[in-house]
């Protein structure tokens, strides 16, 4: 029987919103402006930031702590449809491949929000988020049909 590591999925999920945040932190932090990401004050600091950043390298490591943010926000709907498809007892290779499909979608999904800077290309960010969505969608759709069964 192949190994289960749906349930590592939530914390390489988390594992991968905390990538996108050390790559904002290490954009800052490396400017060469003598600037530094102020962890005391996370969430305020972005007008100074503004201010003080080349406008591509400010407008970069904020797209990075969004997908951060992102990565955070999606965490608990993950490790729902995860928890969710073990108590069902889905197949292994069912759980594993939604795994797969879900973490694929997100380190991808970060990579084109941090990178992306244009409306139109955002489209494709976009439909990436929805492949993890429908992940997620999937996982709890089969596991409402075997739970009741």
Do not use: C
């Not at 409306?119 to 993890?132: C, E, F, I, N, P």
């Amino acid at each position: 029987m192949p190994y289960n590591y749906s349930l590592l999925s939530i914390l390489g999920t988390w594992g991968i919103a905390m990538g996108s945040h050390m790559y904002a932190v290490a954009a800052v932090n490396t400017s060469g402006k003598n600037t530094v990401y102020d962890n005391a004050n996370p969430r305020n600091q972005w007008d100074e930031l503004r201010a003080r950043l080349p406008p591509d390298l400010f407008a970069r490591s904020q797209r990075a702590q969004a997908a951060s943010e992102n990565g955070l926000e999606i965490l608990g709907f993950w490790g729902a449809a995860v928890l969710a498809g073990n108590v069902a007892k889905l197949s292994t290779d069912s759980l594993n491949n939604h795994a797969l499909v879900f973490l694929g979608s997100r380190v991808l999904y970060s990579m084109l929000y941090i990178n992306i800077s244009s409306l139109k290309l955002s489209a494709l960010r976009s439909l990436v988020w929805g492949v993890g969505i429908a992940a997620i969608s999937n996982l709890l759709w089969q596991s409402t049909v075997a739970l009741n069964a």
